[in-house]
């Protein structure tokens, strides 16, 4: 197992002078995944069997390179090994964002919501570079349709950060998603909008609602997932 790192749109100046938001954080992890099949005799791993698997907005990115894996202009430029695969195998995606632009929409009362997502200091605009331009969720959102300047590439940013617009369907693999139904931070409407979605491009979609699981899930579901995963190898040997 590795745990990947990657920038934190709270860690502007500190790895250089360019401004952390989407897509430095996808494009650090596909780097990861390089290093570790570059690096993969060393480590003793099978650079074949990658499987990617995260919770809120690591769930968030694990389905992100799950959906895209090295489809074109989706792998980025950072690390040493560009010329490595950063391909997966599986994705697990537990309670991620998947659809930037209905976060607040899709949340319901209860459970509510702890987190106005359209805010301009709200983690979402903040990903996507509110600290750049000075522009919130809801800005880009109200000018989804404005051929202007800057809107056309902020709405492009926001779909680049959907795992439900940025999928593409011909390098997407399998993925499990599980979700709470009382999550306060992500509404779990965001987890069964990808599921709906990946149904109608007919890709492999598990799709797990947890009665009652706020923003975190007991043992059983994990257990679950690595069930899934096993299984999901078996058949593909």
């Keep these: 197992m590795a745990s990947l790192s990657y920038r934190l749109t709270s860690q502007g100046g500190r790895f250089g002078e360019e401004p ?4 430095a954080q996808r494009d650090d992890c596909k780097a990861a995944v390089r290093w570790l099949r570059a690096n993969a005799e060393e480590l003793n791993v099978d650079p074949g069997d990658f499987v990617v698997w ?11 390179l799950g959906l895209t894996n090295d489809a074109p202009g989706t792998t980025g430029d950072v690390g040493e ?8 195998s599986l994705a697990i995606n537990f309670f ?16 509510g919501s702890t987190i106005d997502h359209d805010a301009l200091d709200s983690p979402e605009s903040q990903v996507l570079g509110a600290r750049v331009h000075g522009r ?32 593409a369907p011909e390098h997407a693999v399998p993925l499990f998603t599980a979700h709470g139904s009382m999550d306060k931070l992500i509404a779990i409407a965001q987890g069964e909008r990808l599921h709906e979605r990946l149904q109608a491009l007919k890709l ?14 007991r043992d059983d579901i994990y257990l679950e997932a690595i069930q899934w995963m096993r299984e999901r190898w078996e058949e593909s040997k």
């Design 204 to 217: 492999s979609s598990t799709w797990r609602p947890i009665e009652g699981a706020g923003h975190g899930f």
């Design 81 to 88: 090994h560009t010329e490595v695969s950063s391909a997966v």
């Design 96 to 111: 991620g964002p998947t659809d930037l632009f209905l976060m607040n929409q899709d949340v319901t009362d209860p459970p």
């Design 54 to 64: 995260g919770a809120s907005a690591g769930g968030h990115l694990a389905a992100t």
């Design 136 to 167: 919130s969720l809801a800005e880009i959102r109200a000018h989804a349709e404005d051929p202007e300047d800057p809107w056309p590439a902020l709405v492009a940013l926001a779909q680049s950060a959907s795992p439900v617009h940025a999928v």
């Design 20 to 23: 952390v938001h989407w897509p």
